[in-house]
Nanobody, 130 residues
Framework: EVLVVESGGGLVQAGGSLRLSCAVS????????IGWFRQAPGKEREGIAG????????YYADSVKERFTISSDNPKNTVYLQMNSLKPEDTAVYYC???????????????????????WGQGTQVTVSS
């Protein structure tokens, strides 16, 4: 059974930082990718950052580019999302998802909100106060 578990959310003031973690277990192969998504109340789910476990390729949505950094610790099967210069509009539930497929598929999935993702975590709340 594949499990995806997020952690690290919380309350932070605008301008602050948080690091989210996504621990994945249960895969019998290494050829999968991880994406971070978020969903704010009343808004559609947004794919914000993705990483390929194969070659470290990354994807960022314009809304988080230059502020968020995704990284992977493959031996630990954990992906991190370092979030800096947080803004109130970053407030959302953040989800991690595992995706199986080509990198092109991953980017398309990220841009379309993640419906094609294979495995999802339960989400972690991030709240940025002004």
């Amino acid at each position: 059974e594949v499990l995806v578990v997020e952690s690290g959310g919380g309350l932070v003031q605008a301008g602050g930082s948080l690091r989210l973690s996504c621990a994945v277990s249960g895969f019998t192969f290494d050829d999968y990718h991880i994406g971070w998504f978020r969903q704010a109340p009343g808004k559609e789910r947004e794919g914000i950052a993705g990483i390929s476990r194969n070659d470290g390729s990354t994807y960022y949505a314009d809304s988080v580019k230059e502020r968020f950094t995704i990284s992977s610790d493959n031996p630990k099967n954990t992906v991190y999302l370092q979030m800096n210069s947080l803004k109130p509009e970053d407030t959302a539930v953040y989800y991690c998802a595992a995706m199986i497929g080509t990198w092109r598929f991953v980017i398309a999935t990220m841009q379309e909100g993640g419906d094609e993702s294979d495995y999802w975590g339960q989400g972690t709340q991030v709240t940025v106060s002004s």
